[in-house]
Structure formats: C-alpha cells, structure tokens
C-alpha cells in the first residue's frame, strides 16, 4: 500500500524525457527503484521489499512463471549479520622471546566478528602458509606438509605475480578460507606484501576494524560459504606481523623480500596469537526475484538462458548530520542494470526466443554477492539446465558509449555473441581496460562461473560514438564522485540516446544467445571452464 500510494507522487516528480520510448521506460523503473521512499534499498529493509515486490508485480503483468520457493516470485535468503558488542576488541601476540603484544581493532588490528553470539576467547599456535593458495589442477597446495589443526594459518595477501589476475583473484578470494578450514584451523590471519602496503595504506584499512559482517546461512540454519565456518578473520600491521614471525624460520622483512618474487613456502611460526571479542547476532531476510520465459522451441526450452541483475543497494548513512542527505539511492548501481534487466524481459516477453530464459534479481551483491551465491548453491530450478548468464552490473550511462566491454567473453562463445549483438548496434567490443582489477571475479555472474556455466559480464565501455575518449571520463567521474555515495541519483545527467542503445544490445545479446544453434560453450584450455566444467565439451578458441 505504502508503494502505491507513493506512485502518483513519483511519477510526478520524474517525468518521462521526449525521447525513445524505451528509454522513457527505463527512466520511470530507475526513478521508483532510486526513490527516497525505498531508503536505498538495504537488504532486510522495508525499502528492498518494496523493490523486490514491484520487480516481481512487473514480472506477472507480462506473463512469466514464477521461479522462486515454491513456485512464487521469490527466493529468501537468509543471513547472519554479527556485530561488535564489545567496546573494544583485541589480539595478544605472545611472541617466542616471551613478550606479549596487544593490538587493538581499528588500529594495529582488522578484526571480523565472529559467528557464536557473546564473548569470546580464541587462542592457537600460528603457521604460515605462503600466500594461502590451493588448486589441485595448477598443481597449487600452499598447505601442503603443514598441521593447521587447531592453529592460526598465516597468510600472505592476494597471490604471487605472474598468475592470471582473474585467477589470482579468484584463488585468492576461496581457497585461503576454504583450504585453512579443510585443513582444521581455528582461523586466517593475513599479514601484507609489500605490493599490498603500497596499494592501500594500513590507516585506511584499518578503518574496517569495526564493521558488520554478513554470513549466508543454510536451510539447516549453519553457515554457508567459502570457509564461512572459520571462527577468527583477521589482519594484522607490518609491526605486528614482524613480531609473530620472530624467532622463526624466516622473518617478516625475508618473507615480504621472497614474496615480491614468487611463492613463499609454509613454516610454523613459533608464538601465539588469541583474540578477545564479544559478538551480537542478528538474523536477516531477504529475497531473490525469478521469473521464467519458457522458450519456443521443444527441443531448446529444456536449457535456461540467465540475465542477472542485482537489486540491493547499501542502505542509509549513519553518520549522516541533521539535514543531510542520508540515502544511498543506487540510481546507476544497480537501479539501471535492474531497469536493464526488467526491458529486456518485455521485450522478450513479446517475442520469446527459443531457449528458456530466466530472469534473476539478487539481492546482497553489496554484501559480497550473497544473493547470487546462494543461489548458485541453493538453486531453484536445476543448475545442469543453465546454459549461460548475462550479468548487468552499474553501466555507465553518462555517456554516448561507441563501444562494450565483455568481461569474460574471451572465455567462451559468449564472446561471440556479444560481438553480434554489438554489431547490430554499431558498437565496438573492447578488452578489458583494467585487467588488474579482475572484474571477471566480483559481480553475480561469478557464482555462475563456479558451478560451470559461462558467463559474461557486459559494461559501456571507454569510447564515444564520435571516436573519443569522452566516456573514460564519465566512468572516472561516477566512480570518483558518485559510486556508494547519496549523490548516485535519477538527477545525474543520464544519456538518453545511450539508455536505449544499451538496453537494446543487452536484448539483443540475450537472443543471440537464447536462439543460437548450440548452447555456448567454454574455449579449451580456459582455466574456468576446466576447473568447474571438467566434462562439457569445450570449443576450439578463434586466433
């Protein structure tokens, strides 16, 4: 009720612009979804309800079949969100010459709250284990030979030059917590490279020292995730870590010296660490958008194309002073790519394609993309019939984009098919821009990719339809001025011509895809169809 009646006022303080039809569309989704009313759409909140529902409403006016729990429009997800109930939290070092060291959270020390409410004490021996790294296939243990059961494993950040930044990432972000759990650690702590201290500064790290922590939690109400079960996450400063590698086999200065030139291997170091915390549990639901298009074909329909889209943002501003504005609004992230991703179920709805298409709106991609990971752990429809996904994640629409970038198109076919879809469209494809920053790993298309089913991850790219640069600067401007900040709003100077043209490609992408004669497939030899896809057939990679 409280939506609806808030409508006439939306619809009135956003009218549609004199332009394409679609983009008009598009504007009045981000205009409501960007709302104050929706609060900025934290999940848990009535304001991503809101969201939430007036996705699924749109979804039954054009006729799709729900896809969610028990044949509804929704998936929930539910989530333990800790918090801090200690004042203040800390770890002493007790160091081999006998010394014992505090550190404090926010200063010396970045400290998670843990799983089990109230106080706790969790102490162990350490053992460092290299970068922390573990993939079988590549021929990667960093715990190989090392008892962890019941200590502390000690790790490097990030990975060893040299790899794939896209696998790097992806190792780095599962394996540390996956492989120390496996092995029976009580917990990770991550010590910095040299490479790490020069990309962020500890002060402004340590700024994390008090935040909330969301964990996934399964149908049997445990915790769900990549080494989600771990009881202690934390990160120390260098001096610190000087400290706890005293009296070993190497010490911290040799460590981070070795790890500027490749792996480092593992050695118990030979003190202790315990950390003293209280924690507040709180748990938290929130819900998935799905909906079904079933496909025309009577062969084809039995595979499922996935456009995915996520439709959280990061709430309000706590610290926000009197009269200030205090809503994260989200109006480009992601407002626009849910916008996308509601015009393209209109469209398809109207002519549907030969494949089954599903369409996803996740929620807590902010958190870590928790919606999408639980789903891709938790599915609703049977994972072996998804063939494909299409992430849209905060296009920036500023600019007269003249070309795409397709993260992880040179992956799989799905490259190809991009390359059609922006062809139509007089648009270029692009590599990616920023290769060290391994966008491949970080947005919902990423928990398709780990059980096997290629992915793409589609943004405007840097150049201008008259042959500039213009839109590289629209991209560091946003994300300089506007990413996570309240002034990410319908009142940003929209391009409305690049509004439809980008709504169309990604129409037109998902048809490509969802009439192709074969279902895409991973290129041989890529290390993510071969990690996750051992079996599928693979398809010879174009020079």
């Known amino acids: 009720l409280l939506a609806l009646a808030a409508l006439p006022l939306i619809a009135a303080a956003a009218p549609a612009p004199k332009t394409d039809p679609l983009a008009a569309s598009f504007r009045a989704h981000v205009a409501f979804l960007a709302d104050d009313l929706l609060e900025g759409r934290g999940i848990g909140t009535p304001g991503h309800e809101i969201a939430a529902n007036y996705i699924a409403q749109h979804f039954a006016r054009l006729g799709l079949t729900p896809a969610g729990d028990n044949n509804s429009w929704f998936q929930r997800v539910n989530f333990a969100e800790s918090r801090f109930a200690s004042e203040r939290e800390t770890a002493v070092i007790e160091t081999a010459a006998g010394k014992s060291i505090t550190l404090e ?11 089990e409410a109230g106080p706790e004490s969790v102490s162990g021996e350490m053992v460092f284990v290299g970068y922390g790294l573990q993939d079988k296939s590549q021929g990667i243990d ?34 540390k917590g996956i492989a120390a759990l496996d092995a029976g650690a009580v917990g990770v702590i991550t010590v910095r490279t040299l490479k790490e201290a020069a990309r962020l500064p500890w002060d ?20 769900l995730g990549d080494g989600a079960a771990l009881k202690v996450r934390a990160s120390i400063d260098d001096v ?44 938290i639901s929130s819900p998935n958008v799905l909906a079904l298009l079933p496909g025309t074909d009577p062969k084809l329909r039995a595979e499922i194309v996935v456009i995915s889209a996520h439709s959280d943002h990061v709430g309000t501003k706590a610290t ?10 989200g109006a480009m992230d992601n407002a626009s790519g849910t916008a996308t991703l509601l015009e393209a179920a ?16 996740t929620t807590a991609e902010e958190s870590g993309l928790l919606g999408a990971d639980y789903f891709s752990r938790q599915p609703t429809v049977d994972v072996k019939r998804l063939v494909a996904d299409v992430n ?5 629409l500023t600019c007269d984009f003249g070309d795409v970038v397709a993260f992880g198109g040179d992956r799989s076919t799905l490259g190809a098919a991009v390359a059609l879809a922006a062809k139509a469209e007089k648009l270029g494809v692009s590599p990616d821009p920023q290769p060290e920053e391994a966008v491949f790993t970080r947005s919902d298309h990423y928990p398709f990719v780990r059980k096997g089913v290629p992915a793409v991850f589609l943004k405007t790219g840097w150049s201008d339809v008259k042959g500039g640069q213009s839109c590289k600067e629209a991209e560091r401007s946003f994300r300089l001025n506007h990413y996570h900040e309240v002034s990410d709003q319908i009142d940003l100077p929209f391009d409305w011509t690049a509004v439809a043209k980008w709504t169309r490609v990604n ?33 010879p990679k174009a020079r």
């Open 105 to 115: 959270n926010g200063i010396g020390l970045v400290l998670s709250p843990g799983n």
């Open 142 to 175: 960093d715990f190989a030979g090392l008892d962890l059961k019941g200590r502390y494993a000690v790790v490097l950040a990030g990975a060893p030059d040299g790899m794939n930044s896209e696998v790097a990432a992806h190792l780095a972000r599962t394996s």
């Open 204 to 223: 402004k790290f340590a700024s994390r020292g008090r935040l909330p922590r969301r964990v996934l939690l399964g149908p049997d109400g445990k915790a």
């Open 240 to 283: 610190a870590a000087a400290a706890i590698f005293a009296g070993s086999a190497m010490s911290f200065a040799d460590v981070q010296a070795a790890a500027a030139k490749g792996p480092v291997k593992g050695f118990p170091l030979a003190g202790r660490f315990k950390i003293n915390r209280a924690t507040r549990l709180e748990r």
């Open 320 to 329: 926000a002073k009197p009269g200030e504005d205090r809503i994260f609004n």
């Open 346 to 361: 209109t469209a398809l709805a109207k002519a549907p394609p030969k494949r089954s298409v599903l369409f996803l709106a």
């Open 392 to 396: 849209i994640d905060m296009p920036i």
């Open 507 to 539: 129409i037109g992408i998902i048809r490509t895809i969802a009439n192709g004669k074969t279902a895409p497939r991973w290129y041989e030899g890529d290390y993510f169809g071969t990690a996750f896809a051992p079996n599928a057939p693979k398809a």
